[in-house]
């Protein structure tokens, strides 16, 4: 199911990437861009843990009288939480992914210096690294949380909704992407899911 949702996400990625030719009317308002910022994310059962994003992107305009685009890029994330249960166990989780995000912004010009950008759009991710450390006592035992006993699947999907600002080639943006996925790995009905959602802060520059 993850597997194929991750394949027909990835095709319609490409399909728009392979035929907008036909429809990046203006190709000089098209090019890359670097985003980095701040993540405050929070898994479900456990509280806010402050993270950060840092990765590319490339701004493709697809429609000839409208400033519509398609921003996919590739992002490296740093995530996480921290919980602690009944009898003093505390445990750490800080999770790494590599994110392909695939959003449609609409840029609304303020004058010729100033726009506001809304963005909408699914993202999928690939845990790349996790480490879950639990400590009781003054003992710590630490395990590969993607890894065979560990809790969590790596993939990841969900829904991104944001605002830029754009001041001339310089972003300034915030958004909330909510996942979609329940990472609990060999979920039995009934016990809790675990989903990841993140609150964000970026800032960055358009080629």
Not at 44 to 56: L, R
Not at 101 to 122: C, S, T, V
Request: include cysteine; charge should be positive; glycine fraction near 14%.
């Amino acid at each position: 199911m993850k597997r194929t949702l991750f394949i027909a996400v990835l095709a319609v990625m490409l399909s728009i990437c392979t035929s907008s030719g036909a429809y990046a009317w203006d190709k000089g308002d098209s090019g890359f861009g670097v985003r980095s910022g701040i993540n405050i994310v929070t898994i479900t059962n456990f509280n806010a843990k402050a993270g950060f994003h840092v990765g590319g992107l490339y701004r493709l305009k697809i429609a000839k009288n409208h400033p519509l685009y398609f921003e996919p890029g590739l992002f490296y994330q740093l995530k996480g939480g921290n919980t602690s249960q009944p009898g003093g166990v505390k445990i750490k989780s800080t999770l790494s992914f590599l994110e392909i995000q695939m959003p449609f912004g609409y840029r609304l010009d303020i004058n010729d210096k100033w726009a506001i950008e809304p963005l909408f759009g699914p993202y999928m991710a690939i845990g790349v690294a996790g480490k879950s450390k639990q400590s009781f006592q003054g003992h710590t035992n630490s395990v590969n949380i993607f890894g065979d006993r560990g809790g969590l699947n790596r993939f990841d999907f969900g829904m991104k909704v944001a605002v830029n600002v754009l001041v001339n080639k310089v972003c300034f943006g915030a958004g909330y992407d909510a996942g979609m996925i329940n990472m609990v790995k060999n979920y039995q009905q009934g016990n809790p899911k675990s989903r990841m959602v993140s609150f964000y802060l970026t800032a960055g520059y358009n080629f």
